[in-house]
């Protein structure tokens, strides 16, 4: 089983930057495709950007340019943290943004929800314009 708990949402201003963060404990490893997917009012949950097992990164392209993710893998404690800068925001941004896990040995994309098998429980991003 694994814990993820986002966190570094907030408000902020059209231009303005924000850094994500997403804490995974319990049986993390370095086995895991980690994601960033967003949910807009009214809208359906969609893909952001994920990062593989071996530091690949992908992004949806309306981020590309503009956001950055990256990872740390498992330190001594047993955790590991998975980070979304985010800069030049638009207020196209805002979300609430989810940090998402998935088992994965073979080092490949993985941009559908269906495909990851834990979640964190979603922080807000609002970007004023």
């Known amino acids: 089983q694994v814990q993820l708990v986002e966190s570094g949402g907030g408000l902020v201003q059209a231009g303005d930057s924000l850094r994500l963060s997403c804490v995974a404990s319990g049986r993390t490893s370095s086995n895991y495709a980690m994601g960033w997917f967003r949910q807009a009012p009214g809208k359906e949950r969609e893909f952001v950007s994920t990062?593989?097992?071996?530091?690949?990164?992908?992004?949806?392209?309306s981020v590309k340019g503009r956001f950055t993710i990256s990872r740390d893998n498992a330190n001594d404690n047993g955790k590991s943290t998975v980070y979304l800068q985010m800069n030049s925001l638009k207020p196209e941004d805002t979300a609430v943004y989810y940090c998402?896990?998935?088992?994965?040995?073979?080092?490949?994309?993985?941009?559908?929800?269906?495909?990851?098998?834990?979640w964190g429980q979603g922080t807000q991003v609002t970007v004023s314009s």
């Open positions: 998402a896990a998935k088992r994965d040995y073979s080092g490949r994309f993985y941009s559908t929800d269906s495909d990851y098998n834990y």
């Open positions: 990062i593989t097992r071996n530091f690949s990164t992908y992004y949806v392209a």
